[in-house]
Nanobody, 115 residues
């Protein structure tokens, strides 16, 4: 069984930083692509940033230059460094790991940007 656990969410003032972490555990025997998604109230879940097993990255346009995804070398642990946060970044952030055709999800962590 595979389990993903996110941490690091919270309430931040506009312009502030926040760092999310995600650790995958269980029956995992390889380094897999991982990503961060977010879902705001009334909106669909969207990909924020993704990272391959070889650490190639991609970002949703609105977060380019502000967010940075990284991973622990050789592990299924991923981070999302978020800078210059804005109210529109408020959402539940989910970590995902892909293994083959299947995606595994964490429970989500709330990120709220407000003064």
């Amino acid at each position: 069984q595979v389990r993903l656990v996110e941490s690091g969410g919270g309430l931040v003032q506009p312009g502030g930083p926040l760092r999310l972490s995600c650790v995958a555990s269980g029956n995992i025997f390889s380094v897999n692509p991982m990503g961060w998604y977010r879902q705001a109230p009334g909106k669909e879940r969207e990909l924020v940033a993704g990272i391959t097993s070889t650490a190639s990255t991609k970002y949703e346009d609105s977060v380019k230059g502000r967010f940075s995804i990284s991973r622990l070398y050789g592990a299924n642990t991923v981070y999302l460094q978020m800078n210059s946060l804005a109210p529109e970044d408020t959402a539940v952030y989910y970590c995902q790991m892909k293994r083959g055709s299947r995606g595994y999800w964490g429970q989500g962590t709330q990120v709220t940007i407000s003064s």
